[in-house]
């Protein structure tokens, strides 16, 4: 069992920068696969990023391509979305995830460990 906690959220001017944490329980951060999604009123469930467990390999969705950046830090139990020049469409809550495996997942059903989410606003 994974539990993940994000924080990071918030309220920001468009063009602005926020940097989300997602920091997980348990000894076997290191073995599993991370991904950010995000869901927009209205609007399904996207992923935006995701990363290996070495954290050599990364996924980016089209929209937030050279915009937002995913990291972690095994050693921290921690995933980052940096997220530079966000526009209102940005606009969602945002979920970490995870999923254990050698692979990052095609599908973003294979997700199995959500965090609760993270509100963030862009205004215009």
């Known amino acids: 069992q994974v539990q993940l906690v994000e924080s990071g959220g918030g309220l920001v001017q468009a063009g602005g920068s926020l940097r989300l944490s997602c920091v997980a329980s348990?000894?076997?951060?290191?073995?599993?696969?991370m991904g950010w999604f995000r869901r927009a009123p209205g609007k399904e469930r996207d992923r935006v990023a995701a990363i290996s467990r070495s954290g050599r390999n990364t996924y980016y969705a089209e929209p937030v391509k050279g915009r937002f950046t995913i990291s972690r830090d095994n050693a921290k139990n921690t995933v980052y979305l940096q997220m530079n020049s966000l526009k209102p469409e940005d606009t969602a809550v945002y979920y970490c995830?995870?999923?254990?495996?050698?692979?990052?997942?095609?599908?973003?059903?294979?997700?199995?460990?959500w965090g609760q989410g993270t509100q963030v606003t862009v205004s215009s």
């Open positions: 348990g000894r076997t951060f290191s073995t599993y696969q």
């Open positions: 995830a995870a999923v254990y495996g050698s692979v990052i997942p095609l599908s973003t059903d294979e997700y199995i460990y």
